[in-house]
């Protein structure tokens, strides 16, 4: 989750969360294989995905998460978290055996320059990278304003800039296929009632988003979890098969050579 939607309050985790959490780590499950393996997750916001790879794979001794938005209190407020776990608003040293690049490069506004830096920088060679951005810029709406995201992208072009940086696919697809249509009607009442981009280029220092609200008692959590797992596997499915699916997100896993 990113810091500007971290509520100040005791929360749930939303499903879509949980979701997303599993489905990358099966792709990394599969790609990132041995021991004594060092993580880095760029952009990691509150480290829940951290968190979640350390649990679910034990090759993976040590994570670093690097955000620019980290203050002195959240730093100091993680310095008793899992010691394999380290927390910086500064760019770490070394080189990593994978990086982690989720939802990220829509943020940037020369993202190739990023993607560029982040494989040469600290990705070592035969480390894996695993990116995800939000998909399709015709979805393009007043809720990407406000998280501060610049663009989102077609596969195409992600797959593209990941080729550009140098590196190797060694898989690629879509993800939340059933959220395409709640994205889209969104969008076309922005249209219907005239909403127009404000131009502004700062997005707002803190929001509030389903991902911090989520309230719902155990049923409706886990019908939903339920629905977007289906959703997850007939992506993956489909990656697998190399099968046209659109999904709200694009993904690739990569491989410096």
Known sequence: MDLKELPT????????????ADFFLRLLRDQAKGGALAALDIGSGDGYFAERVLAGLPGVTGVTC????????????????DPRLS???TRPEGS?????????????EDDEAALHEAVSRFLMPGGTLLISVPA?????????????HKRRYSPAQLRARVSRAGLTIVDHGQLFASLLV???????GEVVFGYKRSGVTAAPARIETSLG????????????GGALSLDATCC?????LRIPFAGLSTWVLAQRA
């Open 182 to 188: 709640p994205r889209a009607l969104a969008k076309l």
């Open 9 to 20: 309050r005791a929360f749930a985790r939303h499903p879509w969360e949980i979701v997303r």
């Open 213 to 224: 609200t989520w309230h719902h008692g155990s049923r409706v959590t886990s019908a939903v």
């Open 96 to 108: 990593y055996d994978i990086v982690l690049l989720l939802d990220v490069l829509e943020h940037i």
């Open 66 to 81: 690097f955000d620019l938005a980290y203050d002195a209190d959240w730093l100091l407020g993680r310095a008793s978290c």
């Open 236 to 240: 993956r499915l489909a990656s697998r």
């Open 136 to 148: 399709s810029q015709r979805l393009f709406s007043h809720h990407d304003e406000m998280l501060g």
């Open 87 to 89: 927390f910086t608003a």
